[in-house]
């Protein structure tokens, strides 16, 4: 998205009080008081956390409550990047965290479960640690033990999160595949980590259609030559028995005097290993550490996202996506969290709001393409409940356009925070947000996260000024970096993901500009990024310009060198075609909001635009496909929310 000319609307203003009613506020009161450090405001502690790793992540440490068996030697050992070495020494459980509510507010709801398959299911903090103690137990009985994976091909249900907890505090570690994926892309992924245990489920409904996965759920089980155990959730029928030889899911979380125990482990051990894409080779087996998750999930959700005690918080996200992991992670600030399992479009795109209301939601994580989508279909989110709980909307997965943000401000009213993020599944977190002490402007993001040295940098590496697009860069180590890629022993590919173009400084491949003000807006993937006559320009401005139009529902660019074209793929709006009209409307619209650069050679109607299962358009697989690779080759249909989209565009070669 193009800076515009002049400042930006400012569509929400920190509160009056907010240096003393908000998470964030009381931190810098606690610094003030207890490390005799005064700041300014947001911008002056932000320079010091990334400029003071070691004294900075130490008192986030101290200050939001880190439960160490073993105590750290100090914060930062080692600065390298990569290599950095973090709280050397410390020994703590994520699960411990997790479930800390449960000892001070066991009677109030931990997990409220909302589903198209079956009656919703809320569980106590107590329900919670108690399923979490008997899952443990039957794992334990399975074998699981300290360094074993456990996997999952399960749906966002209580039942999901209550074993990833048991797996922690084992000090297993935890790799889950949503069970939209296809079967291929569920072995691709597995098959690399070797779990010792698989949990799968029967099926599920999406909106009104069924899903049957046993066929799925078989084939995987057959894929992994080590596995000890499958443990079967009849979640679509649970009158069905499960196949022979798998463990019910009743079976493994039986009665048991077993006592809940959480292993503690040192801050980089396995907690969970996240998969990229996979869209264009094998997905990278990303592993985290138990530490740098759980400090940087505390850092986010308590002072970047205000949340707390009591509070509720939903993402809407399948457990194949990074945000799953953040969203569960809402329970180590004692928020319940409101998972939500089918499709947020049925049967109509007011689905998610009547959630956030019935369920009184302070923060309703939502995709980008999302909202634009509620706000082309006109829909009202007031009209669909109460959310008078409502204090933010959270947005990711692609840029948010000014549009996206003005629809949240004028619908919810300029009290709701329009809470755009971007970050990525290699970190599990954002690196660029909003907090609570800073405004909103619209169609920006408006500050880096805490301890997270975000800049803009030119190809040579060298710091792009305010108002030039740039790599989106990180200068120094987090803590929720990578402890590495599962299986990659001497870290090569590991560099070569984020370190080997610019030595010593995470290259993450999205445009960024950051502006005179501090915020920032990004521009879309730069492995995407169209060059025309040495002009880069990123995608995701086209396609606000392109997709505001009442004629477009969904639309794909990609530029090829040879010969020098650049190419526009549209899905028509329903009752709409592309004929030479809304050809020449979409290129007046582009040549006049954006510029001549812009403006496609060529336009083409598609029924589908590819997407991953996590909603991010594909423009490198079909650039590929329209260069001659087989589509097979290109991309990873399992992976896709379509698989079929891609069929298109290789008829569409020549």
Same mark, same amino acid.
């Given at each position: 998205?193009?800076?515009?000319?002049?400042?930006?609307?400012?569509?929400?203003?920190?509160?009056?009080?907010?240096?003393?009613?908000?998470?964030?506020?009381?931190?810098? =009161?606690?610094?003030?008081?207890?490390?005799? %450090?005064? @700041?300014?405001?947001?911008?002056?502690?932000?320079?010091? /956390?990334?400029?003071?790793?070691?004294?900075?992540?130490?008192?986030?440490?101290?200050?939001?409550?880190?439960?160490?068996?073993?105590?750290?030697?100090?914060?930062?050992?080692?600065?390298?990047?990569?290599?950095?070495?973090?709280?050397?020494?410390? =020994?703590?459980?994520?699960?411990?965290?997790?479930?800390?509510?449960?000892?001070?507010?066991?009677?109030?709801?931990?997990?409220?479960?909302?589903?198209?398959?079956?009656?919703?299911?809320?569980?106590?903090?107590?329900?919670?640690?108690?399923?979490?103690?008997?899952?443990?137990?039957?794992?334990? *009985?399975?074998?699981?033990?300290?360094?074993?994976? #456990?996997?999952?091909?399960?749906?966002?249900?209580?039942?999901?999160?209550?074993? @990833?907890?048991?797996?922690?505090?084992?000090?297993?570690?935890?790799?889950?595949?949503?069970?939209?994926?296809?079967?291929?892309?569920?072995?691709?992924?597995?098959?690399?980590?070797?779990?010792?245990?698989?949990?799968?489920?029967?099926?599920?409904?999406?909106? =009104?259609?069924?899903?049957?996965?046993?066929?799925?759920?078989?084939?995987?089980?057959?894929?992994?030559?080590?596995? *000890?155990?499958?443990?079967?959730?009849?979640?679509?029928?649970?009158?069905?028995?499960?196949?022979?030889?798998? #463990?019910?899911?009743?079976?493994?979380?039986?009665?048991?005097?077993? !006592?809940?125990?959480?292993?503690?482990?040192?801050?980089?051990?396995?907690?969970?290993?996240?998969?990229?894409?996979?869209?264009?080779?094998?997905?990278?087996?990303?592993?985290?550490?138990?530490?740098?998750?759980t400090i940087e999930h505390l850092k986010a959700l308590a002072l970047h996202h205000d949340l707390g005690p009591g509070e509720r918080f939903s993402w809407?996200?399948?457990?194949?996506?990074?945000?799953?992991?953040?969203?569960?992670?809402?329970?180590?600030?004692? /928020?319940?969290?409101?998972?939500?399992?089918?499709?947020?479009?049925? &049967?109509?795109?007011?689905?998610?709001?009547?959630?956030?209301?019935? =369920?009184?939601?302070?923060?309703?994580?939502?995709?980008? &393409?999302?909202?634009?989508?509620?706000?082309?279909?006109?829909?009202?989110?007031?009209?669909?409940?109460?959310?008078?709980?409502? +204090?933010?909307?959270?947005?990711?997965?692609? &840029?948010?356009?000014?549009?996206?943000?003005?629809?949240?401000?004028?619908? %919810?009213?300029?009290? #709701?925070? #329009?809470?755009?993020?971007?970050?990525?599944?290699?970190?599990?977190?954002?690196?660029?947000?909003?907090?609570?002490?800073?405004?909103?402007?619209?169609?920006?993001?408006?500050?880096?996260?805490?301890?997270?040295?975000?800049?803009?940098?030119?190809?040579?590496? +060298?710091?792009?000024? !305010?108002?030039?697009?740039?790599?989106?860069?990180?200068?120094?180590?987090?803590?929720?970096?990578?402890?590495? @890629?599962?299986?990659?022993?001497?870290?090569?590919?590991?560099?070569?993901?984020?370190?080997?173009?610019?030595?010593?400084?995470?290259?993450?491949?999205?445009?960024?500009?950051?502006?005179?003000?501090?915020?920032?807006?990004?521009?879309?993937?730069?492995?995407? +990024?169209?060059?025309?006559?040495?002009?880069?320009?990123? +995608?995701?401005?086209?396609?606000?310009?392109?997709?505001g139009l009442p004629e477009v529902a969904d639309s794909l660019v990609v530029h090829l060198e040879d010969p020098d074209q650049l190419l526009l793929f549209?899905?028509?709006?329903?009752?709409?075609?592309?004929?030479?009209?809304?050809?020449?409307?979409?290129?007046?619209?582009?040549?006049?909001?954006?510029?001549?650069?812009?403006?496609?050679? *060529?336009?083409?109607?598609?029924?589908?635009?590819?997407?991953? %299962?996590?909603?991010?358009?594909?423009?490198?697989?079909?650039?590929?496909?329209?260069?001659?690779?087989?589509?097979?080759?290109?991309?990873?249909?399992?992976?896709?929310?379509?698989?079929?989209?891609?069929?298109? @565009?290789?008829?569409?070669?020549?």
């Amino acid at each position: 998205m193009p800076l515009p000319p002049r400042d930006p609307d400012v569509l929400w203003r920190p509160r009056a009080d907010a240096r003393a009613t908000t998470n964030l506020g009381r931190y810098l =009161t606690w610094l003030a008081e207890e490390r005799g %450090l005064a @700041f300014d405001g947001y911008d002056d502690l932000w320079r010091w /956390s990334t400029s003071e790793l070691d004294a900075s992540w130490a008192a986030l440490a101290e200050h939001l409550g880190v439960r160490w068996h073993d105590r750290p030697t100090s914060a930062l050992a080692s600065r390298s990047l990569p290599g950095a070495v973090w709280f050397p020494g410390g =020994t703590l459980s994520y699960a411990e965290h997790a479930l800390a509510a449960a000892e001070q507010r066991p009677g109030e709801v931990a997990v409220v479960g909302a589903s198209q398959t079956r009656r919703p299911v809320e569980w106590t903090w107590a329900e919670l640690a108690d399923q979490v103690r008997r899952l443990a137990a039957g794992l334990r *009985r399975l074998g699981v033990g300290p360094g074993d994976r #456990v996997a999952a091909y399960l749906p966002n249900l209580p039942e999901t999160a209550a074993a @990833f907890l048991a797996t922690a505090s084992l000090g297993a570690t935890w790799v889950s595949c949503a069970p939209e994926f296809g079967t291929r892309s569920v072995v691709d992924r597995l098959t690399q980590v070797d779990p010792g245990v698989l949990l799968v489920v029967d099926g599920y409904r999406y909106g =009104t259609k069924v899903v049957d996965r046993r066929s799925e759920a078989a084939a995987i089980q057959d894929a992994l030559p080590n596995l *000890r155990a499958t443990v079967w959730l009849g979640y679509l029928d649970p009158g069905r028995p499960p196949p022979p030889g798998a #463990v019910p899911w009743d079976d493994l979380a039986a009665v048991t005097s077993a !006592p809940l125990e959480t292993l503690a482990v040192p801050f980089d051990h396995p907690l969970y290993v996240l998969f990229s894409s996979g869209t264009t080779g094998l997905p990278k087996p990303i592993v985290h550490g138990t530490g740098g998750i759980t400090i940087e999930h505390l850092k986010a959700l308590a002072l970047h996202h205000d949340l707390g005690p009591g509070e509720r918080f939903s993402w809407f996200t399948t457990t194949g996506w990074m945000m799953w992991n953040y969203l569960v992670s809402g329970l180590l600030v004692g /928020s319940t969290v409101v998972l939500f399992d089918g499709d947020p479009g049925a &049967p109509d795109l007011g689905a998610l709001w009547r959630l956030a209301a019935e =369920t009184r939601c302070a923060l309703l994580g939502v995709s980008a &393409p999302f909202l634009m989508a509620c706000r082309k279909a006109g829909v009202h989110p007031r009209r669909e409940g109460d959310l008078g709980a409502l +204090t933010q909307v959270g947005s990711t997965g692609a &840029p948010l356009p000014a549009e996206g943000f003005r629809w949240v401000h004028d619908e %919810l009213g300029p009290d #709701v925070l #329009v809470s755009s993020i971007s970050g990525g599944t290699d970190v599990c977190t954002a690196f660029v947000g909003m907090n609570p002490l800073t405004p909103v402007w619209e169609g920006e993001i408006s500050r880096p996260l805490l301890g997270c040295a975000a800049a803009a940098a030119r190809p040579d590496g +060298t710091p792009a000024p !305010p108002g030039e697009q740039g790599e989106l860069v990180i200068t120094e180590p987090m803590p929720s970096m990578p402890v590495g @890629f599962w299986g990659d022993q001497d870290g090569s590919r590991l560099r070569a993901a984020y370190f080997d173009d610019l030595p010593g400084v995470w290259r993450h491949g999205d445009w960024v500009t950051f502006t005179e003000r501090g915020s920032c807006v990004v521009s879309g993937r730069s492995d995407a +990024t169209l060059n025309r006559g040495g002009v880069r320009l990123g +995608t995701a401005e086209l396609y606000a310009v392109v997709e505001g139009l009442p004629e477009v529902a969904d639309s794909l660019v990609v530029h090829l060198e040879d010969p020098d074209q650049l190419l526009l793929f549209v899905v028509p709006a329903a009752g709409h075609r592309l004929g030479d009209p809304l050809r020449q409307r979409i290129r007046v619209a582009l040549r006049t909001e954006l510029s001549p650069r812009h403006v496609p050679d *060529r336009i083409e109607d598609v029924p589908a635009i590819p997407r991953t %299962l996590s909603g991010k358009k594909l423009e490198v697989p079909v650039k590929r496909i329209l260069q001659g690779t087989p589509p097979d080759e290109a991309a990873a249909r399992g992976a896709l929310a379509d698989p079929a989209a891609l069929d298109a @565009f290789v008829a569409l070669r020549h």
